[in-house]
């Protein structure tokens, strides 16, 4: 069981277009020419994009009940025993970050109709940067017939509060902010290069679905 608390955090700055290799603004926009191999290349070098930051809280909770079960006498017997309670709630941070890896973007993701220009992101990833549980604010409740919680159990519900959190990734947005942050950084880029903004269209290859955010995640920072 979980309750859930989110704080988005949206990290949005000038030097994600330094970071493409972007320079001044030009003033007034050149004549477009044939600058689509210039453009691949100016877009490869922003490499791996971070274009938005979630911190998220949340609050794992396990409660369980010692019962006593069996027969007598042909009769069956459930009984919960007054002292045999257990409650725990943790209290567990984590950073993710969605960020666009365009280190194999190429001429494919491109397409030029008239004076009009399409570019087609990669498909944006998330990763969880961080996780941790603030054990000194753990809540816990155990009754006298009742062991503490163990290591191990705390480390299982850890992985349910990871869980939680990769289910709560569609809510919070952050698929959307990737594709507007990096148009953001993308779109200056293009118009130094004689594309007025208004010609200018930053796209996914799809509208990606619940469905698809097991493929959208970096395994190597969730499996942690």
């Known amino acids: 069981m979980t309750k859930k608390l989110l704080q988005p955090f949206i990290l949005l700055s000038a030097f994600l277009l330094m970071a493409c290799g972007g320079k001044e603004k030009a003033s007034d926009p050149s004549p477009v020419l044939d600058t689509i191999p210039m453009m691949v290349m100016q877009i490869q070098k922003c490499a791996k994009l971070y274009t938005a ?3 998220v809280h949340k609050i794992v909770t396990h409660d369980d009940q010692m019962k006593l079960k069996g027969s007598f006498l042909q009769k069956e ?3 919960t025993l007054p002292m045999g309670k257990r409650k725990i709630a943790i209290p567990m941070d984590a950073s993710l970050k969605a960020y666009i890896d365009f280190s194999d973007f190429s001429e494919k993701n491109v397409r030029k109709r008239g004076d009009k220009i399409e570019i087609i992101l990669p498909d944006p990833k998330v990763e969880m940067t961080s996780s941790k549980i603030n054990h000194q604010e753990i809540k816990r409740h155990v ?3 009742r062991a503490n919680f163990s290591d191990e159990e ?4 850890e992985k349910q509060g990871r869980a939680a959190i990769i289910n ?3 809510k919070m947005g952050i698929i959307h902010m990737a594709q507007e942050n990096a148009a953001n ?3 200056p880029m293009i118009e130094q290069m004689g594309y007025p903004q208004s010609n200018i269209t ?3 290859r799809k509208k990606y679905t619940v469905s698809d955010l097991p493929s959208l995640l970096d395994q190597k920072t969730f499996a942690r």
Do not use: A, R
């Not at 705390?154 to 519900?157: D, F, K, P, R, V």
């Open 154 to 157: 705390l480390s299982i519900y």
């Open 53 to 55: 930051e979630y911190q």
């Open 185 to 187: 950084t993308l779109i």
């Open 202 to 204: 930053i796209t996914f």
């Open 168 to 170: 709560d990734i569609p």
């Open 143 to 145: 009754s006298l017939l």
């Open 77 to 79: 017997f459930d009984i």
